[in-house]
């Protein structure tokens, strides 16, 4: 799977936008980017994942570069809940299912 | 509607002692995955199974690390002789799809958080 380089920290005011930026500049073009966050002494959470379109869900939009080597997630109106690792991750459809976290960026969302 | 539970949430251990991780996944997930996740770094994949069949065990550390899933539901992850360095987080996740199944979501439970004293 592509290596991807993230931020180590950000901060945002509550009730911004939150773009948490990640770069996969050797991405394949079978391959996937997906994004999880992981509150404090929680699990990690899936958030979202996409191809080469830009998506949206009900909890953050993810923004893919045309090159496919960079990608945002954006958390249009962030929340002290929100505050949070964000792991950006690249993976192969199909071939390897396992996840491969990096350290993620740390997220503050301040009042 | 309940997701992935694990048991016990703590855990301490002497060095030297055998301990015993326990994971309920969501209930009909084909898919279980251990990760390890250290102090201030991101998991690290242990093991995976596809129901009762241990398909991939190449991320556990030694052989004092012992994984099952007998009836392809509930998971133990055992760890034999524990030492210092075992000390970690163990989570574990499930997944309703299969290997090769198009891309999906794992759903992880809260943790287990080992110290060995």
């Known amino acids: 799977d592509a290596k991807t380089t993230q931020p180590t920290s950000m901060d945002c005011a509550e009730g911004r936008a939150a773009n948490l930026p990640c770069n996969h500049s050797?991405?394949?073009?079978?391959?996937?980017v997906y994004w999880y966050r992981q509150i404090h002494s929680q699990g990690p959470q899936y958030i979202i994942h996409?191809?080469?379109n830009n998506e949206t869900n009900e909890m953050a939009s993810l923004i893919i570069t045309e090159d496919r080597k960079s990608s945002t997630l954006i958390l249009p109106h962030a929340t002290l809940r929100d505050t949070a690792v964000y792991y950006c991750?690249?993976?192969?459809?199909?071939?390897?299912?396992?996840?491969?976290f990096g350290k993620g960026t740390l997220l503050t969302v301040n009042p | 509607g309940a997701g992935v539970s694990q048991s016990p949430r703590y855990k301490v251990a002497k060095r030297g002692q055998d301990v015993a991780l326990r994971c309920d996944p969501i209930?009909?997930?084909?898919?279980l995955f251990w990760y390890q996740q250290a102090l201030g770094q991101g998991p690290e994949f242990l093991t995976y199974?596809?129901?009762?069949?241990?398909?991939?065990k190449s991320g556990l550390p030694s052989d004092r690390f012992f994984a099952e899933r007998p009836e392809g539901s509930v998971s133990t992850l055992k760890i034999q002789r524990t030492q210092q360095e075992d000390s970690a987080v163990y989570l574990c996740?499930?997944?309703?799809?299969?290997?090769?199944?198009?891309?999906?979501?794992?759903?992880f439970g809260p943790g287990t958080r080992l110290t060995v004293t």
């Open positions: 996740a499930s997944s309703s799809t299969k290997q090769g199944a198009l891309p999906y979501e794992q759903y």
């Open positions: 050797t991405i394949s073009g079978n391959e996937y």
């Open positions: 996409g191809l080469k």
């Open positions: 991750i690249v993976r192969v459809r199909g071939s390897n299912y396992k996840l491969t």
């Open positions: 209930s009909g997930h084909v898919s």
């Open positions: 199974f596809q129901n009762e069949a241990q398909l991939d």
